[in-house]
T-cell receptor
Framework: DAGVIQSPRHEVTEMGQEVTLRCKPI?????LFWYRQTMMRGLELLIY????????DSGMPEDRFSAKMPNASFSTLKIQPSEPRDSAVYFC??????????FGSGTRLTVV | QQQVKQSPQSLIVQKGGISIINCAYE??????FPWYQQFPGKGPALLIA?????SEKKEGRFTISFNKSAKQFSLHIMDSQPGDSATYFC????????????FGKGTKLSVKP
């Protein structure tokens, strides 16, 4: 199994631009999570899906953030427009039980 | 109520020593307590986990000790090795939430040769 695959690994964009982060979960996993990691705030849950349906998006910071899961093998996290304070490492994770998570390697986003 | 408080923020241990990281929680509904290990440039990886019906779980050099009455749990790394140098996160969850894992702030462990 290739694990949870995230792309791109690094993204540098200018303030105001749209950013799309992508995630392919492990096949058969029915939970998918998007986390954001910063030095100040640690690991924050943004949103999670169960069977492609968003369950809890209370961690999404603003309307500028949106996430979709059109099918069991793909999810996107979009930021539009991006701001410098969005700079962080964004992780996608998946799970088959909702408890033991497998994380991807993350996308390091820098907004200048 | 939803927080998991982790200490220390950083830890330096000599090779062969014991590393101890502590976590405390408030929500008595939590019933699953995992520890994750994160190396630079990688995502966190599940290391070991415990449920509150046992007081200790050991896997190799890694042991979780759990004190339900004190609402505390800790990770002990015996015979610490330089390869254990990483950031460690405790976390907590409860069955009703089905997936909302709450993470501590992390402990950066450095094991000196």
């Amino acid at each position: 199994d290739a694990g949870v695959i995230q792309s791109p690994r690094h993204e540098v964009t200018e303030m105001g631009q749209e950013v799309t982060l992508r995630c392919k979960p492990i096949s058969g996993h029915d939970y998918l999570f998007w986390y954001r990691q910063t030095m100040m705030r640690g690991l924050e849950l943004l949103i999670y899906f169960n069977n492609n349906v968003p369950i809890d998006d209370s961690g999404m910071p603003e309307d500028r953030f949106s996430a979709k899961m059109p099918n069991a093998s793909f999810s996107t996290l979009k930021i539009q427009p991006s701001e410098p304070r969005d700079s962080a490492v964004y992780f996608c994770a998946s799970s088959s039980t909702g408890f033991g998570y497998t994380f991807g390697s993350g996308t390091r986003l820098t907004v200048v | 109520q939803q927080q998991v408080k982790q200490s220390p923020q950083s830890l330096i241990v000599q090779k062969g020593g014991i590393s101890i990281i502590n976590c405390a929680y408030e929500n008595t509904a939590f019933d699953y307590f995992p520890w994750y290990q994160q190396f630079p440039g990688k995502g966190p990886a599940l290391l070991i986990a415990i449920r509150p019906d046992v007081s200790e779980k050991k896997e190799g050099r890694f042991t979780i000790s759990f004190n339900k009455s004190a609402k505390q749990f800790s990770l002990h790394i015996m015979d610490s090795q330089p390869g254990d140098s990483a950031t460690y996160f405790c976390a907590a969850n409860w069955g009703g939430s089905q997936g909302n894992l709450i993470f501590g702030k992390g402990t950066k462990l450095s094991v000196k040769p």
